[in-house]
T-cell receptor, first 114, second 112 residues
């Protein structure tokens, strides 16, 4: 069964703290990994892609661990505006296999408290 | 720069009615998809299309039809609405199946 699993939270974190989420996926052959952000009653938007070598964008760092089949998102110096739901997204179809696209985790709810 | 445009934003239907959710993108993306999002269930794929004239079923296709007559448009039809189809619907497009998906603003549908 195709699965992307996340801790739903909520994570209640004080402003300025560092917070990290993990997400596990079921297909070891997956090639595409993303973190999306979704604000309440809004559409999901890409936060960052996750590359094999890891990548950083300002206060956000994403890592991929293929051996253990998980990706992670680290947010440093958290801001009130970081409050949102963070969706882990993986293409679980094997390369050259099905075209049913990206599978979304159910999301991790983050609340940054002043 | 419109991106992905979905209409309507809100809709209330009576059980048994039919309707079409419209989706259009102006990024010349080949891949388009429809998702529904329900509390505690996350985003679930309804139907997808890898190009004009080609559509296929996703995880939860029952009760929905799609067509892709042009690259730009990918409408979703509810044939006979049921209360179980009360949900938020998102259309998305991407360059291909493995790349970033761009979402429309969503349609909040209530079936009474």
């Amino acid at each position: 069964r195709k699965e992307v699993e996340q801790d739903p939270g909520p994570f209640n974190v004080p402003e300025g703290a560092t917070v990290a989420f993990n997400c596990t996926y079921s297909n070891s052959a997956s090639q595409s990994f993303f973190w999306y952000r979704q604000d309440c009653r809004k559409e999901p938007k890409l936060l960052m892609s996750v590359y094999s070598s890891g990548n950083e964008d300002g206060r956000f760092t994403a890592q991929l661990n293929r051996a253990s089949q998980y990706i992670s998102l680290l947010i440093r110096d958290s801001k009130l505006s970081d409050s949102a739901t963070y969706l882990c997204v993986v293409n679980l179809s094997p390369p050259g296999g099905g075209a049913d696209g990206l599978t979304f985790g159910k999301g991790t709810h983050l609340i940054i408290q002043p | 720069n419109a991106g992905v445009t979905q209409t309507p934003k809100f809709q209330v239907l009576k059980t048994g009615q039919s309707m079409t959710l419209q989706c259009a993108q102006d990024m010349n993306h080949e891949y388009m998809s429809w998702y529904r999002q329900d509390p505690g269930m996350g985003l679930r794929l309804i139907h997808y299309s890898v190009g004009a004239g080609i559509t296929d079923q996703g995880e939860v296709p029952n009760g929905y039809n799609v067509s892709r007559s042009t690259t730009e448009d990918f409408p979703l039809r509810l044939l006979s609405a049921a209360p179980s189809q009360t949900s938020v619907y998102f259309c998305a497009s991407s360059y291909d199946v493995n790349t970033e998906a761009f979402f429309g603003q969503g349609t909040r549908l209530t079936v009474v």
